[in-house]
């Protein structure tokens, strides 16, 4: 199978997967088709690619639609006890709060964001593990990568983190894509003058393709990519520069885990070097972190590895992935620039005149 054709599938099964979401979405989740039934608690039938959480209080969040801007209140099994405006969702949610004498949140918590064509259902057993092993209030984010750009992600990102009253240390965990919505998120407090949320305290990077993806550059040739794949896929392809200039590196301490096989080969032969079937090895690495750490995991199954959820819980909890005396951190960018510098060459300067 060469190249073109692999890329052809991979898209044809994205977009099988988004034509579903849209099917489920289209048959219960517009205001129009349950006329008389506002407000009922229901199961939710799908749509995933078209929510984005905004608010979180213990297991119940609040969700707004892409396309009709309605939102919806879903507990912690994603049974949907009210729908109408942001406002009304909010109010129910009070209403609750009092009914049952919920106690407000407090605590370490960690927001868990997902990757590029996936959903919060693929980060449950990483946030489980989190929240069994660890110990914190864990908030598995949704929001629909195929539907916006990095920057709409990232600003629904700073509505979450405002809504997390009470919790008082704030951790990312984030795969693939999900990691570029954090550092979009800091570049935006930047440019407000801002430090970004002063609860943060570490994040761990499963997979993230810090300097753009190949595979996305690969597929950004066929036709469909675009249209499948949305906004935030052309940006780690095409318009990759341009999104990288609105990124910036955490100032508290991150971990970076890829995956690869340890080779100079990895698990995608059209890939350069190590990687991860998606992502290179290479391309995750980002000056700065506390530490670095390569396993052998693909992409997409990464987060549900064992051994991801032991290194990516110590690293919350230490700072590193095994040891300290284990830690195998990047050096931040200007150090790298002043060692580039001081190996460079040494200018000989004008030769002497003969004569």
């Known amino acids: 199978m060469n190249r073109r054709r692999f890329a052809a599938r991979c898209l044809l099964v994205a977009a099988g997967a988004v034509r579903l979401s849209r099917a489920r979405a289209d048959e219960v989740e517009t ?15 799908g749509g995933k690619q078209f929510w984005a959480d905004e608010l979180f209080f213990h297991d119940w969040h609040i969700q ?9 209140l879903l507990d912690g099994r994603n049974l949907r006890l009210a729908w109408g405006t942001f406002d009304q969702c909010a109010s129910k949610l009070d209403e609750i709060k009092q009914r049952r004498s919920i106690p407000p ?4 918590g960690v927001i868990v964001l997902h990757g590029l064509f996936r959903t919060a259902s693929a980060m449950s057993r990483m946030s ?3 929240r069994d092993e660890g110990g914190y209030s864990v908030f598995n984010v949704t929001y629909p990568t195929t539907r916006g750009a990095v920057a709409d992600h990232a600003r629904t990102l700073d509505k979450i983190i405002r809504s997390l009253e009470g919790i008082e240390e704030l951790n990312f965990v984030a795969h693939s894509l999900g990691n570029l919505v954090v550092r979009h998120y800091l570049a935006d407090q930047h440019r407000l003058g801002l430090r970004g949320d002063e609860r943060i305290k570490r994040m761990v990077m499963l997979g993230p393709p810090n300097r753009g993806a190949q595979l996305a550059e690969a597929l950004s040739g066929v036709g469909l990519f675009h249209a499948v794949a949305g906004a935030s896929a052309s940006q780690l392809a095409r ?12 100032e508290f301490e991150f ?6 096989r340890g080779a100079e080969r990895g698990y995608n032969p059209w890939l350069a070097g190590d990687n991860d079937l998606v992502v ?9 972190a506390a530490d670095f750490a390569v396993l052998p995991v693909m992409h997409s199954l990464m987060m549900d590895s064992r051994t991801v959820q032991q290194y990516t819980l110590r690293f919350l909890q230490h700072g590193y992935f095994v040891s300290e005396e ?16 001081s190996e460079a060459p040494k200018d000989a300067g004008p030769s002497s005149p003969t004569g």
Do not use: Q
């Open 31 to 45: 205001p129009e088709s349950s006329k008389g039934h506002l407000n009922a608690v229901t199961p939710t039938l």
């Open 239 to 250: 318009a990759w520069r341009e999104l990288d200039g609105n990124l910036v590196t955490p």
């Open 64 to 72: 707004r639609n892409v396309f009709t801007d309605h939102c919806r």
């Open 280 to 288: 290179s090895v290479e391309t995750t690495r980002l000056p700065g």
């Open 105 to 108: 949140m407090h605590g370490a």
């Open 326 to 341: 284990e830690r195998r951190p990047i050096a931040p960018a200007a150090v790298l620039a002043s060692r580039e510098a």
């Open 255 to 260: 971990g970076i885990l890829a995956g690869g």
């Open 128 to 130: 489980r593990y989190l």
